[in-house]
């Protein structure tokens, strides 16, 4: 068994755990960030992607809304490359109570949310696909915000420093030795070979499974699972973010997220973050209240699905939960010296994307105390690589680039303009798993979902010896696989159509499933869209909200 020796471990590479080994590389610690799979991969890659303003807790959770509006402007300044400056409207429709107004507007005021009413004329000016019979506008400073790319600037940060970032590396132990936790033991799970790790302290960012981490301490807490759902609509119909106004509840926010918009979310607690169904008439609530945002949403081609599970810290104070909606969206710090006589150890569970930076630096913080050291934190004031000019990031960017020279290098996936070149890069940088390079780069996260540039992708990855002819199949179906998870519940019109096309271009053409390396995805694994039999391409008829039938958890964005 090989060893690592570190000042700080970090358990946990979604956006808590990439904040606080920026902060700690920053600070000056040698730091080592670890997950089970790749970054970004669990609650940070699967949510809708929204900047908050705290526009949307102002009245039920006032705590969660100072905090995120403190930190949207912080995020702002320090990730603009990643930030999208949107602006967000909160839209009164003909279903929603107009008494809730009054207590909007005191609740922004409160929690130092810049708010304008603006006229019902001119929010449709502005977004003329909105309702029409909208009563009441408000603006705020609500963004979108690339999670994927946050992430990996912040780890992209962590390395310039002098840190590292184990992927693909599961926890399983934690070296105790008396009262103190000195590290942990991980496994790689694409190699099979384990790792000690010796740290002077470990810190638990695992979000949603930030309990089962603390377990293997011994130390119970509880970390409630709040699952979530989203379906992409393959284009955007609104450029701003349009809230309902009304407390938060199942799709009732519209985020036009790059080259899509996204309807979100649902809230129902779920026993375990990695088991949970996507169920048919969640979706089809989910495009009636779009229907009641932006009439004629239901007649828009539906994307995909994914879901993501929530965060929520349950105190002991706090007792039984029926509602995760009525657990705080702020963020909470378990001093396990302080509360358990556990030293070397802390959890930092719950909180937000948007507070992700705040929550680093307060666990960091807890760190240099308990390792008697002073060091500050400069998270706030330093931008992260590629937004030390502070330029939002702009939609037509890759187009302006490529009018530029249209002529130039090659385009492998058209939907999202991503290059020969940017792919073999990534590739030659992370290697040639397919699903994480289109988290590198937004590869097959168009309309075609990879339909058309995938396996374009995965000759890239064999014809530049990144991967043998073997290993690039499997990634190649592999991918395929988890695109189908998110596209098979929304097989009816123009999807339906689509899957037909990948259909034949996957198994009538390329025959993925007996190509060698099928094996090596896994016995069980789901089959690609190109299945080889009629029920890959059955018609799914439009959800009834009478039907119950579960599909698989969706993958993520």
């Known amino acids: 068994m090989s060893s690592l020796t570190t000042e700080i471990l970090v358990i946990g590479g979604g956006s808590t755990g990439a904040g606080i080994a920026r902060d700690a590389a920053l600070r000056g610690f040698k730091t080592l960030l670890l997950d089970r799979a790749d970054l970004a991969t669990g609650t940070t890659g699967r949510y809708h992607g929204l900047l908050h303003s705290g526009g949307r807790y102002v009245v039920k959770d006032p705590i969660s809304a100072k905090e995120c509006i403190d930190e949207n402007y912080v995020l702002r300044r320090i990730a603009a490359d990643c930030v999208e400056d949107t602006g967000g409207l909160f839209v009164e ?71 590292s970032i184990l992927s693909h590396h ?158 705080s969206r702020t963020y909470t710090l378990l001093d396990h010296t302080d509360a358990d006589g556990l030293s070397g150890f802390l959890t930092m569970t719950g909180g937000k994307f948007t507070t992700y930076r705040q929550m680093a630096e307060v666990a960091v913080d807890a760190a240099c105390r308990h390792l008697g050291v002073e060091r500050a934190g400069t998270t706030a004031t330093t931008a992260l690589p590629d937004s030390e000019e502070g330029r939002f990031y702009w939609l037509g960017a890759r187009l302006e680039k490529r009018e530029q020279d249209p002529h130039g290098d090659q385009l492998i996936c058209e939907c999202e303009m991503v290059t020969r070149q940017r792919i073999v890069e990534a590739m030659r940088l992370r290697g040639g798993d397919l699903d994480d390079i289109r988290r590198t780069v937004r590869l097959g996260m168009g309309p075609c979902q990879g339909g058309f540039c995938i396996y374009r992708a995965a000759g890239l990855g064999h014809a530049h010896a990144i991967a043998a002819a073997p290993a690039t199949n499997a990634h190649l179906q592999r991918f395929v696989t988890e695109r189908w998870k998110g596209v098979q519940p929304l097989l009816w019109g123009d999807q339906l159509r689509q899957a ?57 964005a």
């Not at 207590?103 to 003329?128: D, M, N, S, T």
């Not at 259909?503 to 053409?509: A, E, N, V």
């Not at 190509?515 to 995805?521: E, F, I, M, R, T």
Request: proline residues 7%; hydrophobic residues 40%; contains cysteine.
């Open 93 to 163: 429709t003909e279903h929603d109570d107009p008494n809730y107004a009054a207590e909007f507007v005191a609740g922004c005021q409160r929690a130092g949310i810049p708010i304008q009413e603006i006229a019902p004329g001119e929010a449709l000016r502005r977004e003329p696909r909105l309702n029409p019979r909208i009563a009441r506008v408000f603006w705020v400073p609500d963004a979108t915000i690339d999670s994927w790319k946050t992430v990996w600037a912040n780890a992209r940060d962590v390395q310039i420093h002098g840190g």
């Open 170 to 327: 599961k926890i399983t132990g934690l070296i105790r030795e008396g009262d103190a936790i000195r590290g942990a033991v991980a496994l790689n799970v694409r190699t099979g070979e384990s790792i000690t790790i010796h740290a002077d302290y470990t810190i638990n960012a695992s979000g949603a499974w930030a309990g089962q981490i603390a377990g293997l301490a011994g130390l119970p807490v509880t970390v409630l699972s709040g699952k979530g759902i989203m379906i992409a609509m393959n284009h955007r119909l609104t450029q701003m973010v349009v809230n309902r106004l009304k407390r938060p509840a199942d799709g009732d926010i519209l985020v036009p997220i790059r080259t899509v918009c996204v309807i979100g979310t649902t809230d129902v607690r779920v026993a375990d973050p990695d088991d949970w169904p996507i169920e048919e008439h969640e979706i089809q609530y989910m495009l009636d209240e779009g229907e009641k945002l932006v009439p004629g949403f239901r007649q828009a081609r539906a994307l995909r699905v994914w879901g993501g599970v929530r965060p929520l810290y349950q105190p002991p104070s706090l007792g039984a939960v029926s509602d995760t909606r009525d657990v």
């Open 500 to 556: 037909v096309l990948d259909d034949q271009i996957f198994q009538g053409l390329l025959d993925i499933e007996h190509l060698p390396g099928w094996d090596s995805v896994g016995s069980g694994a789901p089959r690609s869209a190109g299945r080889g039999d009629k029920a890959a391409v059955r018609p799914a008829k439009q959800p009834s909200g009478s039907r119950k039938r579960k599909t698989q958890t969706g993958g993520d």
